[in-house]
């Protein structure tokens, strides 16, 4: 019988990418998607007929039980920090047959940094594999910290073989039913609302990055190790935690690129940018400080152990993709 995948988030950017990369090199595993409304359902098995759909939510405690039951691998791929979503499916695997595995999408903002000033560089890189025991202590006043810890704890009480997959700011077009994600189109949206770009600060913070279709086959890949003999090469359980990345920039390099492409399609009149203090962008946006000016270095050294390499272009290289 084909493997069964259970993917919660499967009409979001990175969950809709991962069925397109999965489906592209496995089309006979069964992927079952979790979404919240018939019209998402149909949106996405138009796309892919394939896919079979469990309607509901990350609080629908009776459908995720049941189907993390019945599924070699689940991946979490919605809302990270919602922990009654972890409970939940530990409790299915936990019950089920197969003892499946369970693959969390986290994110890597527990580092973001603006200890030197917003738009001010960090020279501290956390790396998944000098740093991890700091990493795995973080405590909860950082994000995703929580629900990161919960995965773990969860797993070893219930004897469910878990591994976290942090990836940074993610970008590119998707191959999904959501094409895009928040932080770079909701810039580039800014800079258009008010007729010119913006920094904060100098600029100078440094942020990764990973493109969709790169994070998607990091998915792809621990899913097939989980599937593979005794877990193949992932470590799981509880230093089962992997940053995904693929490079970095400065957010000036970024936001450049963004506003030159801007005013050369006459979006903008100008790619000149103005320098914004913390206050003055998050009355743009609230989150504007935390993703726009704050570091974010992660260096991925587990991932890169097991030979992945990204196979996408950079962040740079497809701005233009997202003002098409």
Known sequence: MAPRIFITGASGYVGGQFISNMLGKHPEYQIIGLVRTKEQGEKLTSKYPSVQLAIGDLDSSEVLV???????????????????????????????????????????????????????????????????????????????????????????????????????MIYGKGEGIKEWSMGLPWLAELFKKRGKGFKLGKGKTLVSHIHVRDIADVLVYFAEQALGADGGRVEWGERG?????????????????????MAGKGMIETAELDELTSEEANRLHVWATAMWGSNMRIRASRLRGLEWVPKQPGAIETVFEMLE
């Open 66 to 168: 049941e189907q993390s039951k019945l599924a070699d691998v689940v991946i979490q791929a919605a809302d990270c920090d919602h922990l009654n979503a972890i409970t939940f499916i530990m409790q299915g695997l936990s019950s089920g047959q197969k003892h499946g595995f369970f693959i969390q999408l986290s994110g890597a903002a527990s580092v973001l940094d603006i200890s030197n000033g917003v738009g001010q560089p960090s020279t501290k890189v956390w790396d998944d594999l000098v740093d991890l025991d700091d990493i795995l202590g973080f405590d909860e006043t950082r994000m995703h910290s929580t629900s990161d810890k919960l995965v773990f704890s969860e797993g070893k009480k219930h004897g469910v073989r878990t591994a976290i997959v942090a990836p940074p």
């Open 241 to 261: 935690f992997y940053y995904a990345e693929a490079g970095e920039n400065t957010y000036l390099d970024i936001v450049a690129a963004i506003a030159r492409e």
